[in-house]
Each structure stands twice: as C-alpha cells, then as structure tokens.
C-alpha cells in the first residue's frame, strides 16, 4: 500500500504555548526521551487509567474541538518510532494535547504551527495554535478543497520547503514569480513539525497529500507523475536526513525531471547553519580540522559529522543540479572556495533602488541616541553583542537607548540591562512600527556575515540610518547604496570600544556632547561612513 495519503475529512491556536516553547524542547535533547516515555505510560499503562480519566475530564471542551477535526494518521505518521507511535495510537488526540503541540506536531494536513506562530504573535501563552486557529475561522477546509476538480498541470514545479518560516520562505514566495513566468504551476510540499521527514504536499487544487519520500520512493515517484512535476526546488536541506545529498540527483535522473537548490546560509559547507561555533563566536569558515573539533563540541548529532564528507556529499547535489542560486553576491562569494566547479546564480529579492532617501539626522546635545534592533534576535543576529552594549552603556550612563523590535533568546536579560524588549509582531505592522519608535538609526549587531537581511530592508525603506559590522550581505547592500555607517568586526568582542563608535555617531550628529557623556564618548576612529 501506497504511503501517499490525501486528506479529504471536514474540518469545522501560535505564540508560546507554555514555558517549554518547541525551540526549547528541541535544544534540551535529554528532556525529550523521558517526555516521550511518560506520555507512553500515561496512554498505555493500566496504572495510569485514573490520570487518563481524570486529563480526559479536566481538558474534555478541548479534546472534543480537536477531535473534529484531527487527521489521526497524519499524526500519527510525523512520529517515526514505532513504539510511541504505537502508543499514540491508543489516543492520538489526548498525545497531542499533552506533547504533540509543544513539539509542533500537527493534527491537520495543511496547517503549518510555525507558520501560524508567526503570523499571529498576539496569541495568548498557553493557547493551543489549532484551537485558535478554529475559532478564528482560519482553518484550511480540506473538504471544501478536494472537492474542486483538479486536472494534471501541463508543467508543474514542487516547492520542497523546510517549514521553518523566516526569511528563506519569505525569499522562496518571491522566487515564485520567477517560476511562474518560466511557465510553471506550483506545487507545495513543506516539511511537516515532529522528527520524521514527512513532506505535506499542497497542490493549487485537489487534496493535500502527505508522504516521507525517503521511506517511500515508489509513491513518491507516483506522486510526482500524478501531479505533472518536471522540476523540483529545494528551499533548503534543513531538517531533512542527510542523505538527500545523494538521494536527488540520483531520483531526478531515475524520474526524468530536473530540479534546482536554493542557498539561504552556509548549512551545505557546515551543518552550524550560520558558523557560529560552541564558543558563541563567528568561526570566520574554518578548516575542515577546527571544523571537526567545533561539531564534536555540539549536540549528539553533529559530533559524528566528518565535515570534509559533508562538504563533498554537498557539492554532488549543487552538482547535479539545473540551477543554484544564492540572494546576494556576498553568499555566492563565499562559498565559491568550496565549490568552485559549481556556478552560482545570483537572485536578489528586492530592488535596493527603490528606496527613500537616508534621513538627514540632527540629534540634540541633550538627547540620547536612540537605536533600534530589529527582529528575532538570537546568538548570531547579536544578542550577545547587544547585550553586553548595553550593560556597559549602563555602567558609564552613557547617553544611549536601545531597543529591540522582536523577541530574543532571553528578554529577561536585555530588559534587566536597560534594552526595550517590545516582543513578536506581525510582519505587516513592521513599518508602523519603526515610525512609532522615534529612533535616530537602526543597529544590525549580527556576528555572521547575513546573506540578505529583510529586516535591512525594512529600516531602509523607512529612511533610517544604519549601523552594522562590516561584514555580509548588509555591508555589501549599504556600500553599493552609498548609505549607513559600517563598523570593524572585531568591535562585535569589544562593548567598550562598539560604545565609544556609537558615542562618535551620536556627536557627528548633534552641536557638542554633554559634559556628563564625555568619558563614554571618547572619540575613536572605529567607524566608517560609507
């Protein structure tokens, strides 16, 4: 029996559904076993029927609103071992509710957890994404869907995306355009939440599918004829098995159709997407030596990685691929010494000729500069920069305000050192955003060099002044544009010499410096005005 299913049942939600948010879950690896376990134990021990009873009872309204409209064999298919598969079985609405939501496992085919989190940053903590999502109306109706009539397109290309979110999906929705102007109709396929690699493939019409085509490759391969694929794109490797580096080229061949790779990071010379090491610092793209011994330093499943392997087993898919396309030049020079045999296309997003004017800064001699951070900020978006910034810009009261438009890996921290946290937005509020909050210019504290940056633009389109390091896709977009103010890398490991460079902008700008600010503005010539 085919392992390609449809989804055709009637159907009638995402921010931090508790304190163990699903990123949390996934980094604490030792956590997750013994969770796994007891969720087995409490739906299969005859112990434990009292707690089944009384969880049944205690979350009864809840259980029956998921219960109409749950795909249980979807469910249960994104649960690779057999064992607590098995167990979920038994009560695969209750397994859900219990674990399933935090590690964002989804009941329906065709609605996508993280997607919805981040369209949706009001959603209460501890609201269930999918009941949200129902008393919202903004279910997808899989019915309503298979019913419509549905033909073989004539040239279709399959979207194989990671699921993630962020700013590769984004750049894969306005890659699209291109495909659809080469003739194409597009077909979805993203890869669904929980461990096994089960693509939800959503075509334009007819019934949402769901295979793991690395344990079915006879019903993918049906799959791909019955919905006319020619070319695949493959928006990322992320969260796929490895062995999809030779996995591809060897089933484009067998099916006869082609298929191309979208480059978003560094994930293909080195499985720490963004090359900052276990020491929290950018590894500047190391040897393959200090490669190995940073991968053994990491989680369990990179300390097996031989990363010359990787790179080699990376560099026969881009070889076999009909088109490799990076969104900047910086990306694609990068990865050159690495594979030099393989041409990479360039594809920017966005047209940076388009913009308004840089505003004309004056900032009074009274007045703190006010710096804006903007989006989700974690270890290589500079969290660490922006952290230690402002701790010592607390310590000599400097005349500096931070804050941070987004959320980041420990708020708690940043406020306690004086950063302005605002917290999750919608992506649509953004340039409201950036107008309401009075900052002088924008700061990017990212420690590895960016291959686009959509938040870049977003400052930019509101005409503010920009501040970052001088490395990646920010700094090669700012030169080109003659515009911001670009700072050495090396300031990223020094707070007290990153604030006197941000004491120097502020004087630039304004008449004198207060009396009270000038042992924290001491001028250095850090800074570059492009």
């Not at 019903?219 to 062995?243: K, S, T, W, Y």
């Not at 500079?382 to 952290?387: A, E, F, I, Q």
């Not at 941070?404 to 509020?429: K, Q």
């Amino acid at each position: 029996m085919s392992a390609v299913h449809r989804y055709q049942q009637g159907g009638s939600a995402t921010a931090r559904a508790s304190l163990w948010t699903p990123a949390r879950l996934r980094r604490l690896d030792g956590l997750l076993a013994p969770a796994w376990k007891l969720i087995h134990w409490i739906l299969c021990s005859r112990v434990a029927v009292p707690l089944r009873l009384w969880l049944c009872h205690r979350f009864h309204r809840q259980l029956m609103q998921l219960d109409g409209m749950a795909g249980k064999t979807f469910y249960l298919a994104q649960i690779p071992d057999a064992r607590f598969r098995a167990g979920a079985a038994r009560a695969p609405v209750l397994h859900y509710w219990l674990l399933g939501r935090y590690l964002e496992l989804s009941l329906v085919p065709g609605f996508h957890v993280r997607s919805y989190r981040l369209a949706h940053p009001e959603i209460p903590r501890g609201t269930d994404p999918l009941l949200h999502a129902l008393d919202a109306g903004a279910l997808p109706n899989p019915a309503a869907r298979a019913s419509k009539p549905h033909g073989i397109p004539h040239r279709a290309a399959l979207l194989i995306d990671h699921g993630r979110g962020g700013g590769s999906t984004r750049f894969l929705q306005i890659y699209e355009q291109r495909l659809r102007s080469e003739g194409y109709a597009l077909v979805h396929a993203r890869r669904a939440g929980g461990p096994a690699p089960l693509l939800v493939v959503e075509p334009s019409q007819g019934p949402v599918r769901w295979i793991n085509p690395f344990e079915d490759e006879d019903g993918f391969a049906v799959l791909v004829r019955e919905l006319g694929v020619m070319h695949c794109v493959v928006n990322h490797v992320i969260d796929l098995p490895q062995v999809i580096f030779s996995w591809l080229p060897r089933f484009a061949v067998q099916q006869g159709v082609t298929y191309e790779v979208l480059l978003h990071d560094y994930y293909l010379v080195c499985p720490r997407v963004n090359l900052v090491e276990a020491s929290r610092r950018y590894c500047g793209i190391a040897a393959a030596s200090e490669c190995r011994t940073c991968l053994a330093k990491g989680r369990p499943r990179l300390a097996g990685i031989d990363p010359l392997q990787w790179r080699e087993d990376a560099r026969a898919l881009l070889a076999g691929a009909a088109r490799v396309v990076a969104p900047g030049l910086d990306l694609a020079q990068r990865l050159v010494p690495f594979f030099p045999d393989i041409a990479i296309e360039v594809y920017e997003p966005e047209h940076d000729t388009q913009l308004i004017p840089e505003r004309r800064l004056r900032i009074g001699c009274d007045e703190p500069l006010r710096l804006l951070v903007i989006g989700a900020l974690n270890l290589p978006k500079g969290y660490d920069v922006l952290l230690a910034l402002a701790r010592i810009a607390a310590a000599h009261r400097a005349p500096v305000r931070f804050t941070l438009l987004g959320s980041s890996e420990h708020d708690t921290r940043l406020r306690a050192a004086g950063v302005r946290v605002h917290g999750r937005y919608r992506e649509a509020d953004l340039g409201a955003l950036i107008a309401d909050s009075g900052a002088h210019a924008a700061f990017f504290p990212a420690i590895w060099p960016e291959t686009w940056s959509f938040t870049l633009s977003a400052a930019l389109h509101a005409g503010l002044p920009v501040i970052a390091f001088d490395h990646g896709a920010i700094a090669q977009r700012l030169r080109r544009m003659q515009r911001g103010t670009l700072l050495p890398t090396r300031l990223s490991d020094d707070p007290d010499a990153l604030l006197r460079a941000m004491m120097q902008f502020r004087t630039d700008r304004c008449g004198s410096v207060p009396t009270a600010a000038v042992d924290a503005a001491e001028v250095c010539d850090v800074a570059s005005h492009v």
